[in-house]
């Protein structure tokens, strides 16, 4: 195997590792990372890729994400409370504001992206990126 697919393999599993621990953490997210961890095992393993997609637990969002560039509801809701969460736990510990300003700015970026993906099939962009 070669160098770029072990670095592939070994950040879908981190990615997929994050993601499980999102699924139970309150503040971490899940889908961003089972999304990356189905980037990269399609670069590294097209097996592992298959296997995620089929998963009982993300198999249904990442399937949504890449057919159709969905994000649900949910998720959505999900991402934005986390966000501001930890946009609150930055404000509130960091030591310089350019700590908040930072985060503040991706974190608006991040949601503004997330917020504008469709929530339903058929309901705007066919593919994530067209």
Do not use: C
């Amino acid at each position: 195997m070669k160098l770029n697919a072990h670095f592939y393999r070994l950040l879908g599993f981190a990615a997929l590792g994050l993601a499980t621990l999102g699924a139970v953490l309150p503040l971490l997210p899940t889908v961003p990372f089972v999304i990356l961890a189905a980037w990269a095992f399609s670069k590294s393993s097209p097996e592992l890729h298959e296997k995620l997609r089929q998963s009982p637990v993300f198999g249904a969002a990442l399937r949504d994400w890449e057919e159709h560039g969905v994000i649900s509801t949910r998720a959505k809701l999900a991402a934005v409370i986390g966000m501001a969460i930890s946009f609150a736990l930055v404000l509130l510990l960091s030591p310089t504001p350019w700590g908040p300003a930072i985060a503040g700015a991706a974190m608006l970026g991040s949601g503004a992206y997330v917020l504008t993906r469709p929530s339903v099939r058929g309901e705007g962009r066919s593919r994530p990126g067209e």
